[in-house]
């Protein structure tokens, strides 16, 4: 019987576990780069996307008279007010703005027959040295379905109270 010398090439189990191991690192590798990349992008999918609300419902109206102030459009925003807020704010939302990095979501809702309340969240991007660069505020809108169309019926936000 003759006796079987080692090759370089047999590997001890350990050896082989190792190199097994070192033969999925990249297969591994590559399965958790595509984990982070499809995490990143659900993360982003929605971010940049804005909600259109259908048209001639109460949260279009908040969501159009926004747009407007954004856009420093006064007289685009009268046309969500009622004719007596419009009264009342037309001088204001003359002289008011909206601060550059504004944005708005909808926090809540609510209708009562022909009134509603919505609720937002404004977002300001901040310069301060003593934030982290952004700050939030709620601003509630009343509104009131007049001739059929919904109009804000109170002091909106940016110039609540006007009447002053």
Same mark, same amino acid.
């Given at each position: 019987m003759a006796a079987q010398v080692p090759s370089s090439e047999a590997l001890s189990p350990s050896e082989s576990r190792k190199s097994t191991q070192r033969s999925m690192l990249p297969l591994v590798l590559l399965v958790v780069a595509? !984990?982070?990349? !499809?995490?990143v992008a659900l993360a982003f999918a929605g971010s940049g996307e804005l909600q259109e609300y259908a048209a001639g419902t109460h949260q279009a109206t908040v969501q159009k008279y926004l747009e407007a102030v954004f856009d420093d459009d006064p007289d685009a925003a009268t046309l969500y007010l009622s004719d007596a807020v419009t009264d009342r704010c037309q001088t204001a939302l003359r002289r008011s703005f909206a601060p550059s990095g504004v944005s708005a979501t909808l926090k809540s809702d609510r209708i009562n027959g022909d009134s509603a309340t919505v609720v937002i969240r404004l977002t300001f991007a901040s310069d301060s040295v003593f934030?982290?660069? @952004?700050?939030s505020e709620e601003a @509630?809108?009343?509104?009131? @379905? !007049?001739?059929?169309?919904? @109009?804000?019926?109170?002091? $909106?936000? $940016?110039v609540a109270p006007c009447g002053m």
């Open positions: 595509l !984990l982070l990349a !499809l995490v934030d982290a660069g @952004r700050y @509630r809108f009343y509104l009131e @379905r !007049l001739d059929g169309q919904w @109009r804000i019926v109170d002091d $909106p936000w $940016p």
